[in-house]
Nanobody
Framework: QVQLVESGGGLVQAGGSLRLSCAAS????????MGWFRQAPGKGREFVAA????????YYADSVKGRFTISRDNAKNTVYLQMNSLKPEDTAVYYC??????????????????WGQGTQVTVSS
């Protein structure tokens, strides 16, 4: 089992920044690729960003490319999502997730094995 706890959400004005953190415990963190997903009110959960086991490769949704940065610190068992130039449409509950599989699309939420409880991000206009 892997336990994931997100933090860093909050209320920010459009154009502002937030940094989300996701702390992992349980099994060896470096054995898992990590992803961030989000779910806005009335919408399905969507992919935001993902990072491979060593951090050597990253993937982003087109809607956040150039504004968000995913990173990880395997020594601290933590993955981060730096969010800059935030827009009202970024408002959502943000979830981190861990996956052990080394093949398949990182965008596929069903390929992730463990999920955090989510943290709310609200961007005001």
């Amino acid at each position: 089992q892997v336990q994931l706890v997100e933090s860093g959400g909050g209320l920010v004005q459009a154009g502002g920044s937030l940094r989300l953190s996701c702390a992992a415990s349980g099994r060896t963190f470096s054995n898992y690729a990590m992803g961030w997903f989000r779910q806005a009110p009335g919408k399905g959960r969507e992919f935001v960003a993902a990072i491979t086991w060593t951090g050597g490769s990253t993937y982003y949704a087109d809607s956040v490319k150039g504004r968000f940065t995913i990173s990880r610190d395997n020594a601290k068992n933590t993955v981060y999502l730096q969010m800059n130039s935030l827009k009202p449409e970024d408002t959502a509950v943000y979830y981190c997730a861990a996956r052990a599989a080394r093949s398949g699309s990182y965008l596929n939420q069903y390929a992730y094995d463990y999920w955090g409880q989510g943290t709310q991000v609200t961007v005001s206009s």
